[in-house]
T-cell receptor
Framework: GNSVTQMEGPVTLSEEAFLTINCTYT??????LFWYVQYPGEGLQLLLK?????DKGSNKGFEATYRKETTSFHLEKGSVQVSDSAVYFC????????????FGAGTRLTVKP | GAGVSQTPSNKVTEKGKYVELRCDPI?????LYWYRQSLGQGPEFLIY????????DSGLPNDRFFAVRPEGSVSTLKIQRTERGDSAVYLC???????????????FGPGTRLTVL
């Protein structure tokens, strides 16, 4: 079945450092890929998405490119801020599988000033 | 309301009791999903409704779990004979009707934190 594997955390960075959180997926069809973020004490929020191969999702300085050849959707940000501290979830959904979302285990990011 | 709402926000119960968790989706969203998020884990799919019917309940862990959506809007997740292992955050999400291509973004509620003592 469909599944997502993402880099284990926690990740601790200094402010303005470069961030990469790896995510790879397994899917039988052509899923859409997502990054969700969960800030402390808040619910899940969509950060960015990509619906087909080679699409790049971007938001708030974060980017991720849908790579079909490597089945990956790595999250990157060039310069992190303290306010980016949160848990990040990679996820996929497949319209041929009721669109239910399959999540990775989450990666906790802490950015120190 | 503007987003998905869930009630209660917190529920503490004793082992063996029955609980109901409620989800109010975004108005006009025909698809509704329930997920369970255990501590330190990603959300795990439980059940999906398209309209009033459960189109996929393959994620429900056992027959103590049941969900309904009688009028195609509000949904209730019901857990019988609760066990300590049921303690988790239960998330609800809604989206527009399932399309045949592209993504249908799911909007998540804040969750209900269930604690079984």
């Amino acid at each position: 079945g469909n599944s997502v594997t993402q880099m284990e955390g926690p990740v601790t960075l200094s402010e303005e450092a470069f961030l990469t959180i790896n995510c790879t997926y397994t899917a039988t069809g052509y899923p859409s890929l997502f990054w969700y973020v969960q800030y402390p004490g808040e619910g899940l929020q969509l950060l960015l998405k990509a619906t087909k191969a080679d699409d790049k999702g971007s938001n708030k300085g974060f980017e991720a490119t849908y790579r079909k050849e490597t089945t990956s959707f790595h999250l990157e940000k060039g310069s992190v801020q303290v306010s980016d501290s949160a848990v990040y979830f990679c996820a996929l959904s497949d319209v041929h599988n009721n669109n239910d979302m399959r999540f990775g285990a989450g990666t906790r990011l802490t950015v120190k000033p | 309301g503007a987003g998905v709402s869930q009630t209660p926000s917190n529920k503490v119960t004793e082992k063996g009791k029955y609980v109901e968790l409620r989800c109010d989706p975004i108005s006009g969203h025909t698809a509704l999903y329930w997920y369970r998020q255990s501590l330190g884990q990603g959300p795990e799919f439980l059940i999906y409704f398209q309209g009033t019917g459960a189109a996929d309940d393959s994620g429900l862990p056992n027959d103590r779990f049941f969900a309904v959506r009688p009028e195609g809007s509000v949904s209730t997740l019901k857990i019988q004979r609760t066990e300590r292992g049921d303690s988790a955050v239960y998330l609800c999400a809604s989206s527009l009707e399932i399309g045949t291509s592209g993504s249908n973004e799911q909007f998540f509620g804040p969750g209900t934190r269930l604690t079984v003592l």
